[in-house]
């Protein structure tokens, strides 16, 4: 039952004890049975003892006893022989345990679609016909070819590669998948623009779709980015495969317009689908929660990571096809769910690790150690990191150089941590990809090594060189040693940095009232913290006031109203409405805003804030909205369909326009929700009158994941799809009593004229563009005036600025269910932050020297954290808690006053002497 679960969990033996596998990899090479990947087994061998891949975490070896000689024949042992450690153990046995626990989350994942049954495909007879799984490990540096961009069958560079969408997926015949599986649009224009990269002498990719579901933040950039490069789209369902003499591909195909076309490709790249594997179907039962006839676990648009049983929560793609952004939302959310009621337990549980005491490194001459990392293919692709290695042991100071495939990899962390202690080495330069990401990991290793944790730069010679100089090896592996020279330079200079410890105010602020600030204030409150929800109007609800279903069926306006007495009625929420932000002053975990409401103006002080202050429907400018009352946005239609001021049985002619004002130059994104929306209007209509002529007129239709079936369903039931073009957009016209909607047939290449009761725009989504509460919490804006994730995979609800977290619309457009899952998710992260009594905030701030000080207020008038001040003597002090280490002062005083500890003067001056 919920808050008490019994799991028994089985652990299977390894044959390989973990404790003393140090993952050298002697067993695996001297293993004399190989046996097909799991993962890829046309393409890739393996041994019987082996790593599943090269980023395993942990990276320990295991025996596959199955193909393991020894447990076949009873002889061999070649592992055992050969295993340095004596890690190997034929003896071990399964583990069978009872955990208690109070929450369950699933999150078992998706299997590939296998796409042998497409026998039209020939993917089991062909060589040169792969999936998409199979392609990524041809250019992978761990791969059969080592990253080389090569054709199965011959190991030839393709020239042209063709990429076949919706295997798999919509598809009802030769599989029972009729659901779209969401990804499988933009990994396959990631691979083309990948593919374009690694080929020497050029390539032709050609992208054969129904339609491109680009909707997510930032996809519709990528693929006009993609188009760009030279990557063709071509609109055409493919029916069959052949193979000519010299195993090439021959595809046959009918262009949108009619036209047939014969063209070969050297390789043909399947994008399957996703799917739930049969093992995981078993484990739902056993769990006892619900399965949707897609086998996706059942869950609700207002409890998007709840499964059908109590404490039993979901994320990930088992509860539907979804990317790694949405993913690791609904990770968090699922997090938040499953602690909500454990609130009273937490920390019990858990043990802080052991810091080794840092050592003394002040006036010892540098001991430099550099680390230079190959990242698969993304550095070694490009760069020669050997070279790189040879050229790092000449340089001043450097006492220890090693090249590694994945630095980041937790074998090579634990590697460095011995390393360091071995060789005495006091200062540390990873030479890989970029901080923004990895220097938190890497000097957690330094801590656990007993080094001060800010005796490390890094050499950024993946964003800032490979993956900008793909086509010059030769200049790019130059520009790398000079960035790993400037890094020793700058690291020999280094000093111990110490940080600055605060206190945690456990309150919480939530900005936006709508539903994804609704649930997160509830969230907040239901774990323990007190809540203030700050909504600009008088009422609670924001834009779903005017919504009246979910692409589920689930109404809106009752969950609506139960959500706002849950609101009202809970005591550790402070409501404030018709309140505005004024001023923010403070940091993470003591913050310090000004509200200005009704009553006047207050101070509430908070450890953490999430914003989510929606964002609005466009007001149209084009066919006839404003000068016609039967022209309508979304909104619009909904309010009126549930008002009744618009009566579905007595309408008997309506026609959707989607993309109105979304995928043009002024705003580059699609909606998201638009088409979902169109279709699911559409049923409505038909549904109270079945003689009504609905059409909707659309450019791609997007209906991913199971909104794919509505799609299907309104098809069946006679609503009209036309497809348009962005160079002849339809035309809306008074005619008589009634409106003429005109619209170009590709097809016929003629205009179809549509008489229409009602013409419903898809209005585009748009953010508020609140620059003013973006400076005060100082978080940034995107292009488009959407909030900006510190990391779009990694940290997706989280600002650069600590404390500060973000949800719903005003991220950017997304769903009912997405909105309440990244509230929950916010609510995770904000809880890392006031869970806490106190928390160390980072060394690398700026310091004044008085005694060049003139106090001239240079420094705090420039300083956007308002963390410079005057003392009594009018010279400038810093606010250490206040200061994120911008250098703005630095660069601004003339009397070289300001410092910065980690990037001073001296460290950069020796870079740019290194440099030059």
């Not at 032709?204 to 063709?232: L, N, P, Q």
């Not at 169109?678 to 239709?701: G, I, W």
């Not at 962005?726 to 205009?751: E, F, Q, S, W, Y």
């Not at 620059?771 to 997706?796: C, I, N, T, Y």
């Amino acid at each position: 039952m919920e808050g008490d679960f019994t799991v028994k969990v089985v652990s299977h033996p390894r044959y390989v004890d973990m404790a003393k596998c140090i993952a050298c990899g002697a067993c695996s090479e001297k293993c004399p049975k190989k046996v097909p990947s799991e993962y890829n087994e046309r393409l890739d061998k393996r041994k019987a003892i082996y790593v599943r891949y090269a980023q395993a975490v942990p990276l320990k070896y295991g025996i596959d006893k199955d193909n393991c000689i020894f447990f076949a024949k009873g002889k061999c042992k070649a592992c055992e022989k050969h295993c340095p450690t004596g890690a190997v153990n034929y003896e071990d046995q399964e583990v069978r345990r009872d955990i208690k626990v109070g929450s369950i989350i699933a999150s078992a994942g998706f299997k590939p679609f296998d796409p042998s049954i497409y026998l039209q495909y020939s993917y089991s007879k062909f060589a040169n016909v792969v999936t998409a799984l199979e392609f990524e490990r041809i250019l992978a540096a761990s791969g059969p070819w080592m990253g080389h961009m090569v054709r199965p069958s011959d190991e030839k560079e393709p020239k042209k590669i063709a990429w076949l969408q919706c295997v798999g997926s919509r598809e009802v015949n030769a599989c029972d998948h009729p659901y779209c599986s969401a990804v499988c649009c933009m990994y396959a224009i990631k691979e083309a623009a990948l593919a374009k990269e690694h080929a020497h002498d050029g390539l032709d990719a050609a992208i054969f779709y129904m339609d491109m579901r680009t909707f997510g933040k930032d996809f519709e950039k990528y693929y006009e980015k993609a188009k760009g490069k030279g990557v063709r789209f071509v609109r055409s369902r493919i029916h069959t495969i052949t193979e000519v003499a010299d195993k090439s591909l021959q595809i046959e195909y009918v262009t949108e317009n009619g036209v047939a076309m014969t063209e070969e490709f050297d390789m043909v790249v399947l994008s399957h689908g996703l799917e739930i594997a049969k093992e995981t179907v078993e484990l739902a039962q056993r769990l006892g929660i619900d399965l949707m006839p897609s086998n996706f676990v059942k869950s609700g648009s207002f409890t998007p990571v709840a499964s059908s049983r109590p404490g039993v929560y979901v994320c990930g793609a088992l509860a539907g096809p979804k990317d790694i952004p949405l993913s690791v939302v609904e990770a968090s959310a699922a997090a938040c769910a499953a602690a909500g009621k454990l609130s009273g337990a937490r920390g019990t549980l858990v043990s802080e690790p052991e810091i080794p005491k840092a050592l003394d490194v002040k006036g010892d001459a540098p001991r430099v150690g550099v680390f230079v990392c190959s990242c698969g293919i993304n550095i070694a692709g490009v760069v020669d990191v050997k070279a790189v290695v040879e050229y790092a042991k000449t340089l001043p100071n450097v006492a220890y150089v090693e090249n590694n495939l994945f630095t980041c990899s937790q074998d090579t962390q634990d590697k460095m941590a011995q390393v360091i202690k071995d060789q005495g080495l006091n200062r540390i330069v990873v030479a890989a990809c970029t901080p923004r990401t990895h220097e938190p990991l890497f000097q957690e290793t330094l801590q656990s090594a007993g080094l001060n944790k800010y005796l490390f730069d890094m050499a950024n010679i993946r964003n800032q060189d490979s993956w900008v100089h793909t086509g010059e090896p030769e200049q790019a592996t130059e520009k790398a040693k000079d960035l790993v020279r400037m890094a020793v330079a700058k690291a020999s200079l280094l000093q111990p940095l110490n940080e600055v410890q605060l206190s945690v105010m456990p309150a919480a602020m939530v900005i936006g009232g709508g539903i994804s600030g609704m649930n997160a204030a509830l969230e907040l409150a239901r774990q323990g913290f007190t809540t203030h929800l700050v909504e600009r109007d008088a009422e609670l609800g924001g834009n779903a006031r005017l919504l009246r279903i979910t692409a589920k069926g689930e109404e809106v306006a009752p969950y609506l109203k139960e959500l706002t007495e849950r609101v009202k009625s809970e005591s550790n929420i402070v409501l404030h409405l018709s309140t505005a932000i004024k001023n923010v002053d403070g940091f993470v975990g003591n913050f310090k805003t000004t509200l200005a409401g009704p009553g006047g103006e207050e101070v509430v002080e908070h450890g953490a804030a999430v914003i989510a202050i929606g964002a609005a429907e466009r007001r149209p400018t084009e066919y006839l909205y404003g000068e016609d009352s039967r022209v309508k946005t979304h909104l619009e239609l909904d309010s009126g369909l549930m008002s009744g001021a618009i009566d579905p049985k007595k309408t008997n002619s309506v026609v959707f326009v989607q993309c109105v004002g979304s995928r043009e130059p002024e705003r580059p994104y699609c909606s998201k929700v638009c088409c979902t929306h169109s279709v699911e209007s559409a049923l409505h209509f038909k549904e109270h009158n079945p003689d009504c002529q609905v059409t909707v007129l659309y450019r791609d239709m997007r209906t991913f994941g199971e909104r794919e079936l509505l799609y299907k369903e309104a098809r069946s039931k006679g609503v009209l799809f036309v497809r348009y073009g962005v160079d002849h957009k339809p035309r809306v016209a008074k005619a008589g009593d009634g409106l003429t909607v005109t619209v170009r047939d590709h097809i016929l290449d003629r205009d179809l004229l549509i008489d229409a009761d009602l013409v419903v725009l898809a209005s585009a989504i748009v953010s508020h563009k609140d620059e003013s509460l973006a400076q005060m919490f100082k978080v940034p804006l995107d292009e488009d005036g959407w909030f900006l994730e510190a990391h779009q995979k990694l940290r997706p609800v989280d600002f650069a600025t600590d404390g500060v977290f973000m949800a719903g619309l005003a991220h950017y457009p997304k769903p009912i269910e997405e909105a309440v899952a990244q509230a929950q998710a916010a609510v995770s992260r904000a809880v890392t932050v006031l869970s806490r009594k106190e928390m160390w905030l980072p060394g690398t701030v700026a310091f004044i020297d008085q005694k060049k000080c003139v106090g001239c207020g240079v420094c705090w008038t420039v300083c956007p954290y308002q963390a410079i001040a005057a003392d009594d003597k009018g010279l400038a002090v810093v606010n250490e808690a206040l200061c994120k280490g911008c250098g703005t002062c630095v660069a601004s005083c003339r009397s070289g006053a300001p410092n910065l500890r980690g990037f001073t003067t001296q460290d950069v001056m020796a870079q740019i002497e290194a440099m030059l």
